[in-house]
DNA sequence: TTAGATGCAAAGGGTTTGCAACGTC
DNA sequence: GACGTTGCAAACCCTTTGCATCTAA
């Protein structure tokens, strides 16, 4: 089992890959990206320090109805718009709702530690081509 | 291909068990209520139903984290509580807030078609047993 | 009657994992 | 040198799909 206590070539490079893009890459493209630098990377590899990263706090791990998952660098709480027309993930500059946490406490007695919310329909882009 | 013209038994239990519980559950739950009152139905006509019932918008689907969905029965949006500690899905009950989508719409330039809300915490009950 | 739906089982495809070799501390 | 990490490939597991059979209309 991963303990997570050193640094490696493989660790390095794929959190440089993710920070680098302000996308939302899948981790097959980032393990494309990271074999540039490091050709002998596996897949299995990229997932397990994807997931080492996750639980870190050094990543977010997106899943919009795909079957695979997306992971975003900005570890910091955003926003979501998914394009129905071609599933773009585009960040949403504005700013978190924290009290949407103390009215959720409220309403279900519940202790509340973040919120995600995803906006859908179509980018302006695809508005454009219609 | 499904064309989804005809009422079965099979598209009928199904939508029943769907419509019969506040749950959120799996393809596979639902596999097996229905499978008490058709046992000889598959799990790959659970799947082609449930996508078919999504698509006329009788249910929703939802992906938390899991590698598997969830489907829920009640189509109207409202707001999910997820519990870190139980991973139970919750309703949350409190109105959808319209306004965000206009808000979004404005700052993006993009066409809003819905949003969906996941918040994350601990749930009262998991709250008590700590 | 006939095109759409089912059951079965195999294929798909993203993700995980066992294990020997490797490399960081 | 010890033990966490990697590369490889096979295993996993939820979901989809091809096809012969069945069935709602």
């Known amino acids: ?24 890459p899948t981790a097959d493209w980032i393990y494309e990206q990271a ?10 590899t990229v997932y397990r320090n994807l997931g080492v990263l996750k639980d870190m706090g050094e990543l ?3 899943n ?3 079957t695979y998952s997306r992971f975003d660098g900005n570890p910091v709480n955003h926003y979501h718009f998914v394009c129905l027309n071609c ?3 585009l960040d949403i500059e504005m700013d978190v709702e924290e009290r949407l946490n103390n ?4 309403v279900m007695g519940c202790h509340v530690k973040h919120h995600r919310l995803e906006v859908y329909g179509t980018c302006p882009q695809c508005l454009c081509k219609n």
């Open 1 to 24: 089992m991963t303990k997570n206590t050193r640094m490696t070539k493989q660790k390095q490079v794929i959190l440089d890959v993710l920070r680098s893009t302000k996308s939302h």
């Open 60 to 62: 977010l791990e997106l």
């Open 35 to 44: 074999r540039k630098q490091l050709p002998n990377l596996s897949l299995g």
């Open 103 to 106: 009215k959720v406490e409220e």
């Open 64 to 66: 919009y109805g795909s």
């Open 87 to 89: 599933h773009k993930v």
